[in-house]
């Protein structure tokens, strides 16, 4: 599809206004992938409040992702799927490694989370991350371990007494 300048335009800004209300963005490379299984991804996407788009290479390029980021120019080529998380910081990664480990053509690049580029590994991190529901009921786990712990020790300390008496 050509794309005449307006439309060029449009894109970058698009891209430019994605970035400013992402927690995390995240970039993989799609080759080999058919548009019916990107269009599965979209789908899911939409629940998770993930706005995914397929971008050229020199529109990335010109927009603010690579401005603000000089060292991914260097990095970003081939065809770029690009995840922009609005809900949770790690949303995209998780979606993404779901996706990843059903198609083995597709691949994670690059991540950009709190003002930092992660390659390879260091995507992992943003997919580890806990989501606010996942901390309440970690938090809440703790809190019944610890409690259920002074309840044994407390009828632990009563049994001994009595034995004593």
């Known amino acids: 599809m050509i794309l005449n300048l307006q439309k060029k335009q449009n894109i ?7 970035m400013k209300f992402a927690l995390s963005i995240i970039i993989a490379d799609p080759t080999g992938i058919k548009a019916n299984q990107i269009n599965a991804l979209r ?3 939409r629940k998770l409040k993930i706005n ?5 290479n020199t529109l990335i390029n010109l927009s603010n992702l690579c ?8 990095k970003i080529n081939g065809p770029n799927l690009i995840a922009f998380s609005y809900s949770h910081p790690g949303s995209g990664a998780r979606l993404f490694k779901e996706f990843e480990q059903k198609y083995n053509k ?32 970690n938090f809440i786990t703790i809190i019944q371990e610890i409690s259920i712990r002074k309840f ?3 009828l632990i300390f009563i049994k001994q007494n009595k034995d004593i008496k």
Do not use: H, W
């Open 52 to 56: 995914i788009k397929y971008v050229r």
């Open 152 to 154: 044994i020790r407390v």
């Open 106 to 137: 597709f691949r994670m690049k690059i991540a950009i989370f709190e003002k930092k580029v992660l390659f390879g590994s260091d995507i992992n991190y943003l997919v580890s991350l806990p989501t606010y529901e996942e901390s309440i009921i």
């Open 43 to 45: 789908k899911k996407s």
């Open 12 to 18: 970058i800004s698009d891209i430019n206004q994605c």
């Open 67 to 74: 401005i603000d980021f000089k060292n991914l120019k260097d």
